[in-house]
């Protein structure tokens, strides 16, 4: 997934969401919630593993 804001993308895959149109910002909260959530589709994503597990 691609999210585009202006102008600014982030993320790969093949799904593009373009919110350039739209009057809200990058830091709105559903806008951050979508990035987390489709983040995890994306086919190079690798989640982040914590220190503290092994402990």
Known sequence: MTLTFDNKSSGTGLLRLV???NNVSP???T???IG???LT???FYKPQ???TSLS
């Open 19 to 21: 919110i350039t149109k």
């Open 27 to 29: 830091e709105n909260e």
């Open 31 to 33: 806008v951050v919630k």
């Open 36 to 38: 987390q959530l489709m």
């Open 41 to 43: 589709k994306d086919p």
């Open 49 to 51: 593993t914590s220190d």
